[in-house]
């Protein structure tokens, strides 16, 4: 478990449902509901690992991101769900996406005691195989696909969110070019999500997740 120190700005960003508490000394953000990748439990009330997390680190740095208790959430890439768990642990309607089948047996597993949580086994490339089961106007997009095409995969997602909604991708530079130099990588993915949001917020995650850029905007 990685412990950082907490944003001194205290938690107005953080959403209803997401909680600083004390864990053997040290104050982490937590959520309330079941352990799923064998983080502390006190209370009921589970740690959320901020190096296994890229949402877990933007909130634990002050990142205002958007989310708020209660609301609906489609989620790409949710692997085996350490991080969707604690999203579903404080928002509503909850759509996970993950088209590797290994980790999305996780998933379901995370999902069995989240009656808000719904995995689907599908491709963040292809939002036509989701669309009937997706609701439209969700109020967080939230993004972390190591694939090519990171921007595009925001753009083409765009459909499912609400005029009033926010996009939170993190992006990673080595799933789009393996050698090129970063800050090259990340402007261009950058313009591309500019082509369907308005950018608000971007922000390197370094150290605790090297190479990857917290992206936070608007939907033109
Ligand atoms: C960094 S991991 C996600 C970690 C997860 N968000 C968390 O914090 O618990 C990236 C995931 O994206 C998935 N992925 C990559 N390309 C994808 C695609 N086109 N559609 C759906 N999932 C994809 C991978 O299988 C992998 O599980």
């Known amino acids: 478990m990685t412990a950082t120190p907490l944003a001194d700005g205290g938690d107005g960003h953080l959403p209803d449902g997401v909680e600083p508490r004390t864990f053997d000394g040290d104050q982490r953000l937590a959520t309330r509901g079941e352990p799923v990748y064998g983080e502390p439990v006190q209370d009921g009330w589970r740690a959320w690992d901020p190096g296994r997390s890229k949402l877990g680190a933007m909130l634990g740095r002050g990142v205002e991101t958007g989310f708020a208790g209660g609301d609906t959430v489609l989620y790409l890439g949710a692997a085996s769900g350490t991080t969707v768990s604690h999203v579903a642990d404080f928002a509503g309607p909850t759509y996970a996406v993950e088209f590797a089948p290994r980790p999305a047996r996780d998933l379901v597993r995370a999902a069995e005691s989240r009656p808000n949580l719904f995995p689907l086994l599908k491709d963040a490339r292809k939002p036509a195989t989701y669309a009937h089961v997706v609701e439209s106007g969700v109020d967080v997009l939230f993004q972390d696909v190591a694939t090519r095409g990171q921007g595009e995969v925001a753009c083409r997602n765009r459909q499912f969110l609400a005029d009033d ?28 999500i500019e082509s369907e949001y308005e950018v608000v917020t971007t922000e390197r995650m370094d150290p605790l997740h090297e190479d990857h850029l917290a992206v936070v905007a608007r939907p033109r």
């Open 165 to 192: 909604g926010w996009l939170v991708a993190t992006i990673k530079a080595r799933s789009e070019d393996v050698t090129g130099p970063t800050e090259v990588t990340f402007g261009h993915v950058v313009e591309t």
